[in-house]
T-cell receptor, first 112, second 110 residues
Framework: NAGVTQTPKFQVLKTGQSMTLQCAQD?????MYWYRQDPGMGLRLIYY???????DKGEVPNGYNVSRLNKREFSLRLESAAPSQTSVYFC???????????FGSGTRLTVV | RKEVEQDPGPFNVPEGATVAFNCTYS??????FFWYRQDCRKEPKLLMS???SGNEDGRFTAQLNRASQYISLLIRDSKLSDSATYLC???????????FGKGTKLSVKP
């Protein structure tokens, strides 16, 4: 099984550009998450989706939108990228009752 | 804000050493606890769950003290391949999501 797949792996954007980070999982998990990781800040939750059709804000949602397209896919959109959004973005999934999250390999985003 | 606090390190130890990491969590309603390992420029991966009775997986032992809201990880006979950042994790109680500490960096030297 592939687990959690994120695309793209790397991206450079200019300030004001938009883009969508894609995430798909093949483990039939109900819950999916988007985190960003910055040096010295640890992993911070941007948005999560407890189940298909629902999304909720996490700790740092400003500047982002999400779509839970179906049970497998959860995308993160930056409408107008800012340098402060330069980060490594991780998607994760989990199943209630199971222990822990499975993470994708991450997207390294640089906004110039 | 619910938090998980841990010493950022780095911990620089020789091969074969025993090293202990500690962390504290602020949410007394947390029920599930984990240690994750993150290699440089890689995603976090689950190392082990942490149970009240303590649990061991080979050279790794995890302990939980609910009264003190304290979690520990002990690594015995350190290997070069143990070099990584170790993330302490607790669930957010009723909110359900996992809360990650900022990580403790371990460097095992020959």
């Amino acid at each position: 099984n592939a687990g959690v797949t994120q695309t793209p792996k790397f991206q450079v954007l200019k300030t004001g550009q938009s883009m969508t980070l894609q995430c798909a999982q093949d483990m039939n998990h109900n819950s999916m998450y988007w985190y960003r990781q910055d040096p010295g800040m640890g992993l911070r939750l941007i948005y999560y989706s407890a189940s298909e059709g629902t999304t909720d804000k996490g700790e740092v949602p400003n500047g982002y939108n999400v779509s839970r397209l179906n049970k497998r896919e959860f995308s993160l959109r930056l409408e107008s990228a800012a340098p402060s959004q330069t980060s490594v973005y991780f998607c994760a999934s989990s199943e209630p009752g199971q222990r822990g999250y499975t993470f994708g390999s991450g997207t390294r985003l640089t906004v110039v | 804000r619910k938090e998980v606090e841990q010493d950022p390190g780095p911990f620089n130890v020789p091969e074969g050493a025993t090293v202990a990491f500690n962390c504290t969590y602020s949410n007394s309603a947390s029920q599930s606890f984990f240690w994750y390992r993150q290699d440089c420029r890689k995603e976090p991966k689950l190392l082990m769950s942490v149970y009240s009775s303590g649990n061991e997986d080979g050279r790794f032992t995890a302990q939980l003290n609910r009264a003190s809201q304290y979690i520990s990880l002990l690594i015995r006979d350190s290997k070069l391949s143990d070099s990584a950042t170790y993330l302490c994790v607790a669930d957010g109680g009723s909110q359900g999501n996992l809360i990650f500490g900022k990580g403790t960096k371990l460097s095992v030297k020959p």
